[in-house]
Nanobody, 116 residues
Framework: EVQLVESGGGLVQPGGSLRLSCAAS????????MMWVRQAPGKGFEWVSG????????AYADFVKGRFTISRDNNANTVYLQMNSLKPEDTGVYYC?????????WGQGTQVTVSS
């Protein structure tokens, strides 16, 4: 059974940092790309960042470029999102996602709140 479990969210002041983790199980982790997607209160889902299976290729939405860094540890079956210089508009629930044979899998999400 494919499982994705996010952690690391919380309340942080503007300008602060958080590191999100997504622990994966039930599939050959290193064979699949992973993404982070977020949902702000009252808004739709936004793609934030993605990384390929080997970890050598990454991509970011313009609104996080230079502030967020995605990485993965294939030995630990975990993908990370380092978030720096956080802004109030980064508030939302952050989900990790992967697509395996045309099926999307999602974690339960972790809440990030950026507020003073």
């Amino acid at each position: 059974e494919v499982q994705l479990v996010e952690s690391g969210g919380g309340l942080v002041q503007p300008g602060g940092s958080l590191r999100l983790s997504c622990a994966a199980s039930g599939f050959a982790f290193s064979n699949y790309g992973m993404m982070w997607v977020r949902q702000a209160p009252g808004k739709g889902f936004e793609w934030v960042s993605g990384i390929n299976g080997g970890g050598g290729t990454t991509a970011y939405a313009d609104f996080v470029k230079g502030r967020f860094t995605i990485s993965r540890d294939n030995n630990a079956n975990t993908v990370y999102l380092q978030m720096n210089s956080l802004k109030p508009e980064d508030t939302g629930v952050y989900y990790c996602n992967t697509n395996i044979r045309d099926i999307d899998y999602w974690g339960q999400g972790t809440q990030v709140t950026v507020s003073s």
